[in-house]
Nanobody, 128 residues
Framework: EVQLVESGGGLVQAGGSLRLSCAAS????????IAWFRQAPGKEREGVSC????????YYADSVKGRFTISSDNAKNTVYLQMTSLRPEDTAVYFC?????????????????????WGQGTQVSVSS
Protein backbone atom coordinates (compact mmCIF):
# COMPACT_ATOMS: atom_id res chain seq x y z
CA GLU A 1 0.00 0.00 0.00
CA VAL A 2 1.43 3.36 -1.03
CA GLN A 3 1.52 5.89 1.79
CA LEU A 4 2.68 9.48 1.90
CA VAL A 5 3.26 11.21 5.23
CA GLU A 6 4.02 14.92 5.40
CA SER A 7 5.79 16.56 8.30
CA GLY A 8 7.72 19.72 9.12
CA GLY A 9 4.95 22.27 9.16
CA GLY A 10 4.58 24.84 11.89
CA LEU A 11 4.30 28.50 12.79
CA VAL A 12 7.05 30.81 11.62
CA GLN A 13 7.52 34.56 11.29
CA ALA A 14 7.65 36.22 7.90
CA GLY A 15 11.11 35.87 6.42
CA GLY A 16 11.70 32.58 8.17
CA SER A 17 12.24 29.09 6.80
CA LEU A 18 10.74 25.63 7.10
CA ARG A 19 11.53 22.30 5.52
CA LEU A 20 8.65 19.99 4.74
CA SER A 21 9.15 16.27 4.30
CA CYS A 22 7.06 13.78 2.37
CA ALA A 23 8.00 10.29 3.50
CA ALA A 24 6.90 7.66 1.00
CA SER A 25 6.40 3.93 1.46
CA UNK A 26 4.84 1.01 -0.34
CA UNK A 27 6.63 1.38 -3.65
CA UNK A 28 10.12 1.27 -5.08
CA UNK A 29 11.45 4.78 -4.84
CA UNK A 30 12.92 4.91 -8.31
CA UNK A 31 9.95 5.67 -10.55
CA UNK A 32 7.76 8.48 -9.32
CA UNK A 33 6.50 11.98 -9.81
CA ILE A 34 5.85 13.72 -6.51
CA ALA A 35 4.27 17.13 -6.25
CA TRP A 36 3.57 19.56 -3.46
CA PHE A 37 0.24 21.36 -3.34
CA ARG A 38 -1.17 23.82 -0.86
CA GLN A 39 -4.61 25.03 0.06
CA ALA A 40 -5.44 28.08 2.11
CA PRO A 41 -8.85 28.60 3.70
CA GLY A 42 -11.38 29.74 1.15
CA LYS A 43 -8.97 29.31 -1.74
CA GLU A 44 -8.48 26.71 -4.43
CA ARG A 45 -5.73 24.17 -4.16
CA GLU A 46 -2.52 25.42 -5.75
CA GLY A 47 0.34 23.44 -7.23
CA VAL A 48 3.63 24.45 -5.63
CA SER A 49 6.34 22.21 -7.05
CA CYS A 50 7.05 18.83 -8.61
CA UNK A 51 9.98 16.47 -8.98
CA UNK A 52 10.29 13.26 -10.99
CA UNK A 53 12.81 10.51 -10.43
CA UNK A 54 13.42 9.57 -14.05
CA UNK A 55 14.76 12.88 -15.31
CA UNK A 56 15.25 14.84 -12.07
CA UNK A 57 13.22 17.68 -13.55
CA UNK A 58 11.70 20.14 -11.14
CA TYR A 59 8.93 22.69 -11.58
CA TYR A 60 7.78 25.55 -9.41
CA ALA A 61 4.81 27.86 -9.20
CA ASP A 62 5.75 31.44 -10.06
CA SER A 63 4.74 32.49 -6.56
CA VAL A 64 7.49 30.39 -4.96
CA LYS A 65 10.30 30.46 -7.53
CA GLY A 66 13.56 31.52 -5.97
CA ARG A 67 12.25 30.86 -2.45
CA PHE A 68 11.31 27.18 -2.41
CA THR A 69 13.44 24.21 -3.41
CA ILE A 70 12.21 20.66 -3.98
CA SER A 71 14.61 17.75 -3.59
CA SER A 72 14.60 14.04 -2.95
CA ASP A 73 16.64 11.56 -0.95
CA ASN A 74 16.21 8.12 -2.45
CA ALA A 75 17.98 6.47 0.46
CA LYS A 76 15.30 7.83 2.78
CA ASN A 77 12.36 7.53 0.37
CA THR A 78 11.62 11.15 1.08
CA VAL A 79 10.92 14.29 -0.91
CA TYR A 80 11.61 17.64 0.72
CA LEU A 81 10.33 21.15 0.19
CA GLN A 82 12.74 23.71 1.56
CA MET A 83 10.88 26.97 2.04
CA THR A 84 12.73 30.23 2.67
CA SER A 85 11.75 33.90 2.82
CA LEU A 86 8.29 32.82 3.89
CA ARG A 87 5.42 35.25 3.54
CA PRO A 88 2.02 35.39 5.22
CA GLU A 89 0.46 34.43 1.89
CA ASP A 90 2.32 31.11 2.06
CA THR A 91 0.04 30.12 4.95
CA ALA A 92 -1.82 26.96 3.94
CA VAL A 93 -2.10 23.24 4.43
CA TYR A 94 0.61 21.64 2.33
CA PHE A 95 0.05 18.24 0.74
CA CYS A 96 2.31 15.93 -1.20
CA UNK A 97 0.89 13.81 -3.98
CA UNK A 98 2.40 11.04 -6.07
CA UNK A 99 2.14 8.99 -9.19
CA UNK A 100 4.32 5.92 -9.15
CA UNK A 101 5.53 3.44 -11.72
CA UNK A 102 4.89 3.39 -15.43
CA UNK A 103 7.46 6.08 -16.13
CA UNK A 104 5.96 8.86 -14.04
CA UNK A 105 7.10 12.35 -14.96
CA UNK A 106 6.47 15.89 -13.90
CA UNK A 107 5.61 18.29 -16.68
CA UNK A 108 5.02 21.99 -16.80
CA UNK A 109 1.33 21.21 -16.20
CA UNK A 110 2.05 19.06 -13.14
CA UNK A 111 -0.60 20.95 -11.19
CA UNK A 112 -3.28 19.68 -13.58
CA UNK A 113 -2.25 16.04 -13.39
CA UNK A 114 -4.34 13.49 -11.57
CA UNK A 115 -2.36 11.99 -8.72
CA UNK A 116 -3.10 8.53 -7.40
CA UNK A 117 -1.84 9.06 -3.89
CA TRP A 118 -2.08 11.91 -1.40
CA GLY A 119 -0.79 12.60 2.06
CA GLN A 120 -2.84 13.98 4.91
CA GLY A 121 -1.26 17.43 4.84
CA THR A 122 0.78 19.58 7.19
CA GLN A 123 -0.12 23.10 8.31
CA VAL A 124 2.21 25.99 7.57
CA SER A 125 1.39 29.31 9.21
CA VAL A 126 3.42 32.45 8.57
CA SER A 127 2.87 35.44 10.83
CA SER A 128 3.52 39.02 9.74
Amino acid sequence: EVQLVESGGGLVQAGGSLRLSCAASGFTFDDYAIAWFRQAPGKEREGVSCISSADRMTYYADSVKGRFTISSDNAKNTVYLQMTSLRPEDTAVYFCAANVGGGSYCTGNYYRSVYDYWGQGTQVSVSS
